[in-house]
T-cell receptor, first 112, second 115 residues
Framework: DTGVSQDPRHKITKRGQNVTFRCDPISEHNRLYWYRQTLGQGPEFLTYFQNEAQLEKSRLLSDRFSAERPKGSFSTLEIQRTEQGDSAMYLC??????????FGSGTRLTVV | QQQVKQSPQSLIVQKGGISIINCAYENTAFDYFPWYQQFPGKGPALLIAIRPDVSEKKEGRFTISFNKSAKQFSLHIMDSQPGDSATYFCAASPAGGTSYGKLTFGQGTILTVHP
């Protein structure tokens, strides 16, 4: 296993379009997290899953955002009707309960 | 109460010097305090972490000092090297409940080590 994989690495989209990102966690990790990072800031929590259950969502996750983790494996994060303020790095991380995170390299979204 | 405040925003040290980054928190439910290193274009990577039952933890050139009563913790990088030049983030997460494992990050410190 080579770590947490995120796809795509970069996405440029026009305002109003929908985008979907994928995260493949480390296979034995039961927890999967999504964070958003803007330039010069620390990552901000969006949501997390334990196996296939979504256990917590941040107030940052408006109704335009939805995340899924079918069968407790990979996860997708969809943003509908993108806005310029959605431009950021979207980071995925996975962990075993009680242990430290492993982050992926992120998907950089630019909304033009 | 969820904030983690980190300082300084940027730090320049000479090769071989000691780099010190400080963080403070308010939420007494936090009980796991990791430090992450991030290079441009990469995700954060876990460097070292501490729980409040110890006051210091050392791994190689990296040491976390923890002061539970002051609600402060710091990262010391000994013998700083140019390859340590990166952005460093402190973070904290609570012990249990639904937020267990959810990290709150500091604002980051850009470290530059001059050769």
């Amino acid at each position: 296993d080579t770590g947490v994989s995120q796809d795509p690495r970069h996405k440029i989209t026009k305002r109003g379009q929908n985008v979907t990102f994928r995260c493949d966690p480390i296979s034995e990790h039961n927890r999967l997290y999504w964070y958003r990072q803007t330039l010069g800031q620390g990552p901000e929590f969006l949501t997390y899953f334990q196996n296939e259950a979504q256990l917590e969502k941040s107030r940052l996750l408006s109704d335009r955002f939805s995340a899924e983790r079918p069968k407790g494996s990979f996860s997708t994060l969809e943003i509908q009707r993108t806005e310029q303020g959605d431009s950021a790095m979207y980071l995925c991380a996975s962990s075993l309960e009680g242990s430290g995170y492993t982050f992926g390299s992120g998907t950089r979204l630019t909304v033009v | 109460q969820q904030q983690v405040k980190q300082s300084p925003q940027s730090l320049i040290v000479q090769k071989g010097g000691i780099s010190i980054i400080n963080c403070a928190y308010e939420n007494t439910a936090f009980d796991y305090f990791p430090w992450y290193q991030q290079f441009p274009g990469k995700g954060p990577a876990l460097l070292i972490a501490i729980r409040p039952d110890v006051s210091e933890k050392k791994e190689g050139r990296f040491t976390i000092s923890f002061n539970k009563s002051a609600k402060q913790f710091s990262l010391h990088i000994m013998d700083s090297q140019p390859g340590d030049s990166a952005t460093y983030f402190c973070a904290a997460s609570p012990a249990g409940g639904t937020s267990y494992g959810k990290l709150t990050f500091g604002q980051g410190t850009i470290l530059t080590v001059h050769p």
